[in-house]
């Protein structure tokens, strides 16, 4: 069991940043890949970025490559998502997800264990 806790959300300006961070515990961090998903109000979950065991491989959704930034540390149980030139619509509630196989994936049901969110909202 991997029990996952997002921190780092809040309310910020369109153009601002804000880094959101996961933290593991329960069974080993490092065993698989990690993603970040979004769901907007009134819209489905969506995804946003995944990053492999290693960390040598990323992967991002159209509406946020070129801003967003995933990483992980292993050492640290942690995982990140560094947020720059934010927008309105980036405002969702975000979501970590772990997964127990190290291969990268975008689909929702890849994943088997979710934090419970944290509240990114984007003023204009």
């Known amino acids: 069991q991997v029990t996952l806790v997002e921190s780092g959300g809040g309310l910020v300006q369109a153009g601002g940043s804000l880094r959101l961070s996961c933290a593991a515990s329960?069974?080993?961090?490092?065993?698989?890949?990690m993603a970040w998903f979004r769901q907007a109000p009134g819209k489905e979950r969506e995804f946003v970025a995944t990053i492999s065991r290693s960390g040598k491989s990323t992967l991002y959704a159209d509406s946020v490559k070129g801003r967003f930034t995933i990483s992980r540390d292993n050492a640290k149980d942690t995982m990140y998502l560094q947020m720059n030139s934010l927008k309105p619509e980036d405002t969702a509630v975000y979501y970590c997800?772990?997964?127990?196989?190290?291969?990268?994936?975008?689909?929702?049901?890849?994943?088997?264990?979710w934090g419970q969110g944290t509240q990114v909202s984007v003023s204009s």
């Open positions: 329960g069974r080993t961090f490092s065993n698989g890949a």
């Open positions: 997800a772990a997964r127990e196989d190290l291969n990268i994936r975008t689909s929702q049901i890849a994943y088997n264990y």
